[in-house]
Nanobody
């Protein structure tokens, strides 16, 4: 089992920055990939960024060059640093893990970017 808790959402102006955190339970945290998804009103949930246990990262084209995903295995935490925010980044952001055939999701954190 993995429990995921997001924090750090809020409001920012276009061009601003926010940092999201995803705190995870479980002794195997360092071995599992963690993803950030987001869902805007009326849209499907989409993958934003992912980081493997060994630190390999990937990003959606819409955030590449602006967002950075990182992890601190000693703190069982994954971060999403979001820079140069745009109004289109407004969404609920979710932390996700897939383990032993099951999906685990956090409760989500709202990010609102105003122009």
């Amino acid at each position: 089992q993995v429990q995921l808790v997001e924090s750090g959402g809020g409001w920012a102006q276009a061009g601003g920055s926010l940092r999201l955190s995803c705190a995870a339970s479980g002794s195997i945290f360092s071995m599992i990939a963690i993803d950030w998804y987001r869902q805007a009103p009326g849209k499907q949930r989409e993958l934003v960024a992912a980081i493997a246990g060994i630190g390999i990262t990937r990003y959606s084209d819409s955030v590449k060059g602006r967002f950075t995903i990182s992890r601190d295995n000693a703190k069982n935490t994954v971060y999403l640093q979001m820079n140069n925010l745009k109004p289109d980044d407004t969404a609920v952001y979710y932390c996700h893990a897939f383990l032993r055939g099951k999906d685990f999701w956090g409760q989500g954190t709202q990010v609102t970017v105003s122009s």
